[in-house]
C-alpha cells in the first residue's frame, strides 16, 4: 500500500503544488496574486511532462559519441547508458508550453496595467463594487426616463 | 456539385497546398498588418486574407467531396506523421472550416466602419494584426491533425482574442475585468486540456490524433485514458463556454468592440465544441462503458440545464448585447445536448444546429454592432422604436431573431427539428420537453427586444439617425437571407452535417 504511494511521491508533490496554483487563481482578490497562481498552474504542468519523460536509470537526451570515455563528466557508467536516455518528446512540448505561458502572463500584467488606470485599484472586489455602481445608476436612469415617457 | 467550378478553376499550387495555406495566409499577413503604415491598408489586407482563407477552405470541401468519406493529410515540413505534425482534412474539419472562415471574412467586412468610427485618428493595424491572428488561430484549431499542435493554436487564438475584449475598454472600461477573467478561465481550460494530453501520452506514446483513435480499442479500461478524457472535456468545455464553465462569456461578449463578439460568438465556441467532438467520438469511442456515461450523465445534464438557466438569464437583461450572449450559453446546450445522444443523428444535429446558430447569432451581433455604431447605445432602451428609423437594420435583426426562435422557415427551425428527431429516436422525450420549453423561453427574451423595437416610441435621443453603414448592412442581409433560404432548402448543410457526423463516427460517407 505504501509502496504505491511512496513509488509516486513527485506526482504527489505536483498534484499538490497544481492544486495550490488553481486555489489561489480562484480565490485570490488582488489580480496579481491570481496571476501568479495562474503561473504556478502551468509550471506543474511542465513539471508533470518533465516526469512523464523519466526513464528509469536513464541520461539526459544527449547524443553521446561511441567512443566516449567511461568517466566522462565524473560520471561512472556513462557509456553503457548510451541507448538509455529520457524521452525528449515532453521536454520539447514544454518549451511551447513555457512559450504560451510567457505570453499568458505578460498580456494579464498588461491588462492589469490598464484594470489600474481606470479603476484605480487591482482588488477583485472593489472592481466588481464599482462595476455594480455603475450598472445601477445606468438602471436607474433607464427606469427615470421610462417613467417620462409613460406620463 | 455546387463547389465543382470552384475546384476546376484553382491552381494546381492550391488545390495541392490548401489544408496548410488555410491557416499560414493570415498568420503570415498577421505580422504584415502590424508594419502597415496606414489604417485603411491594413483593413483591405485583413479582408484579402480572411478572403483568402474561405477560398481555400471551399477548395478543401470540394476536395473532401469528390469522394465522400475521404481525408486530405498533409505532413507540415514532409515529416511524415505520426512523427511529424499532421494537418488533417475530413468533411468535418472542412465544414467546420468553411463555416469560420466565412463568418471571419463576413466579420473583417463590417470592420472598417464600425472601428473607424470607435477608434477615431487611433492606428487600428494592430487591433486587425490580432484580429488575423486569431482567426488563424481558429482556422489552425480546425484543421490540424495533431492533439499538441491543436492547443497551440488554440490559445494563439484565445491570446489574441483576449486582446481583441480588452479593446472594447475605449468605449466601456468594463471590458479589461472581462478579458482579464477570460484570461484566467480561458488559461486554465487550455491548462486542463494540455494535462489530459499529457496522460494520453502516458498511455499511448504519441500525438498524433488518428494514431491516438487507432491504439484506443486496446486501451479499454486505462485509468489514464479515463483520466485524460475528464480533463479533456473539463478544458474544452471552458473553451466551449458549456454550463456551469460559461461565467467568462457574457461579460466578454457585451464590452468587445462589436465586429469582435460577432465573430467570437459565431467562431470561437464553435471551434472548441468542433474540438470537443472530434475527442468524443473520433479518438474515445462512445460506445464503451465509461464514455457512454459520460455523454449520458454528464454532458445531457449539464446541457439541459444550460438552455433552461441561461435562457431564463437572458429573459433578465436590459444589455441587448448580454442579452444575446446568455442566449449563445443556451444555444451551447442544445449543441451539447445533441452531443450527447450519441448516435449518428444526434451529432448530425448538433453540427447543424451549429452552424445556423452562427449564421444567426452571427446576423444578431452584426445588427447590434451597426445599431451601437449608429446610435451610440446597445439596452433595450436604445433599440425602442428603432423599427421607424432603421427598418433594413431592424428587418434582418427580426429575421435573424426569429431563426434563433425557430419559427418555421428560417435555418434554426430545421436544426431544432433534426435535434428534436435526434431525441425521441434514442427515446429522450424529457430532453424534447426541456428543447420545447428552452424555445419558449426564447420566444420571451428575443420578443422583448422586438417589441420595444417595433411597438414602442423611440427613446433614444439619437432617434434620427438613420440606417447602420452601408458596408454593414450588405453582409448583414447576406447572413439573414441564407437564414431564410436555408429554412426553406437546407439541402446544403444538412449534407455538410450529416457527412461530418459520420467522419467524426468513423463511419465512411454518410449516404
Not at chain 1, 505504501?2 to 506526482?11: P, T
Request: charge should be negative; charged fraction near 10%.
Amino acid at each position: 500500500m505504501w509502496d504505491i504511494i511512496l513509488e509516486r511521491g513527485s506526482y504527489w508533490a505536483i498534484i499538490a503544488v497544481m492544486m495550490i496554483g488553481l486555489y489561489i487563481a480562484f480565490s485570490a482578490e488582488n489580480l496579481i496574486k491570481r496571476l501568479v497562481g495562474l503561473s504556478l498552474f502551468q509550471t506543474t504542468i511542465c513539471l508533470f511532462y518533465v516526469k512523464l519523460a523519466n526513464v528509469a536509470n536513464a541520461t539526459a537526451p544527449v547524443l553521446l559519441a561511441e567512443d566516449m570515455p567511461k568517466d566522462a563528466y565524473g560520471g561512472e557508467g556513462v557509456a553503457e547508458l548510451v541507448h538509455v536516455y529520457s524521452n525528449p518528446l515532453p521536454h520539447v512540448l514544454m518549451l511551447t508550453a513555457i512559450v504560451v505561458g510567457v505570453a499568458t502572463l505578460s498580456l494579464g500584467l498588461a491588462l492589469i496595467v490598464r484594470i489600474n488606470e481606470s479603476y484605480g485599484t487591482i482588488e477583485a472586489d472593489e472592481i466588481y463594487a464599482s462595476d455594480v455602481k455603475v450598472q445601477m445608476a445606468e438602471d436607474a436612469d433607464a427606469a427615470r426616463t421610462s417613467g417620462e415617457v409613460v406620463r | 456539385m455546387i463547389l465543382e467550378p470552384v475546384l476546376t478553376s484553382a491552381p494546381d499550387w492550391a488545390v495541392r497546398h490548401a489544408a496548410v495555406l488555410v491557416v499560414v495566409v493570415p498568420m503570415l499577413l498577421a505580422p504584415l498588418l502590424a508594419l502597415s503604415p496606414s489604417n485603411r491598408l491594413a483593413w483591405i489586407l485583413t479582408v484579402a486574407g480572411t478572403a483568402a482563407a474561405f477560398w481555400f477552405s471551399l477548395i478543401l470541401l470540394a476536395i473532401i467531396q469528390e469522394v465522400p468519406g475521404s481525408a486530405i493529410s498533409y505532413a507540415l515540413g514532409n515529416w511524415e506523421p505520426p512523427i511529424g505534425i499532421e494537418f488533417r482534412v475530413d468533411a468535418l474539419n472542412a465544414m467546420i472550416l468553411v463555416l469560420i472562415t466565412g463568418m471571419g471574412a463576413l466579420a473583417s467586412f463590417i470592420a472598417w466602419p464600425t472601428l473607424a468610427a470607435e477608434f477615431k485618428g487611433e492606428r487600428l493595424n494592430l487591433l486587425l494584426c490580432a484580429f488575423l491572428l486569431c482567426f488563424a488561430g481558429l482556422a489552425g484549431v480546425a484543421a490540424t491533425g495533431d492533439a499538441f499542435n491543436l492547443f497551440v493554436f488554440l490559445e494563439v487564438s484565445s491570446l489574441a482574442t483576449y486582446v481583441l475584449v480588452a479593446m472594447g475598454a475605449g468605449k466601456d472600461r468594463r471590458a479589461l475585468p472581462a478579458a482579464f477573467s477570460y484570461l484566467v478561465m480561458g488559461t486554465l481550460g487550455a491548462s486542463f486540456y494540455v494535462i489530459g494530453i499529457g496522460l494520453l501520452y502516458a498511455a499511448t506514446g504519441t500525438l498524433n490524433m488518428a494514431d491516438i483513435a487507432e491504439q484506443m480499442p486496446g486501451l479499454s479500461g486505462n485509468r489514464s485514458v479515463q483520466a485524460g478524457l475528464a480533463f479533456i472535456l473539463v478544458g474544452l468545455g471552458l473553451k466551449a463556454a458549456m454550463w456551469p464553465l460559461h461565467q467568462w462569456l457574457p461579460n466578454a461578449y457585451a464590452y468587445a468592440p462589436g465586429f469582435v463578439s460577432m465573430f467570437l460568438s459565431a467562431t470561437a465556441t464553435k471551434v472548441a465544441l468542433y474540438s470537443l467532438i472530434r475527442w468524443l467520438f473520433t479518438i474515445f469511442q462512445p460506445d464503451r462503458a465509461f464514455e457512454s456515461a459520460v455523454l449520458q450523465w454528464v454532458l445531457a445534464p449539464l446541457a439541459m440545464a444550460a438552455m433552461v438557466i441561461c435562457s431564463v438569464q437572458a429573459i433578465f437583461q436590459t444589455d441587448v448585447r448580454r442579452m444575446l450572449a446568455y442566449s449563445s450559453v443556451a444555444q451551447v446546450g442544445y449543441i451539447l445536448l445533441a452531443i450527447s445522444v450519441g448516435t449518428a443523428a444526434g451529432v448530425s444535429a448538433g453540427l447543424l444546429h451549429l452552424f445556423t446558430h452562427a449564421l444567426m447569432k452571427g446576423a444578431l451581433f452584426m445588427a447590434v454592432a451597426g445599431i451601437c455604431f449608429a446610435y451610440q447605445g446597445s439596452t433595450i432602451r436604445d433599440f425602442a422604436g428603432l423599427g421607424r428609423s432603421a427598418p433594413f437594420t431592424m428587418a434582418a435583426f427580426a429575421i435573424a431573431g426569429l431563426s434563433l426562435i425557430g419559427v418555421p422557415l428560417t435555418a434554426g427551425f430545421i436544426s431544432k427539428l433534426q435535434l428534436g428527431y435526434a431525441l425521441l429516436d434514442q427515446g429522450w422525450w424529457w430532453a424534447a420537453v426541456v428543447l420545447v420549453f428552452a424555445s419558449f423561453l426564447s420566444v420571451i427574451y428575443i420578443g422583448r427586444v422586438l417589441q420595444a423595437v417595433f411597438f414602442e416610441p423611440p427613446l433614444n435621443p439619437r432617434k434620427n439617425n438613420k440606417e447602420a453603414p452601408l458596408l454593414l448592412l450588405i453582409p448583414l442581409w447576406i447572413l439573414a437571407l441564407v437564414n431564410i433560404f436555408y429554412g426553406i432548402d437546407a439541402g446544403f448543410p444538412a449534407g455538410l452535417a450529416a457527412d461530418g457526423a459520420a467522419a467524426a463516427l468513423g463511419l465512411g460517407a454518410a449516404q
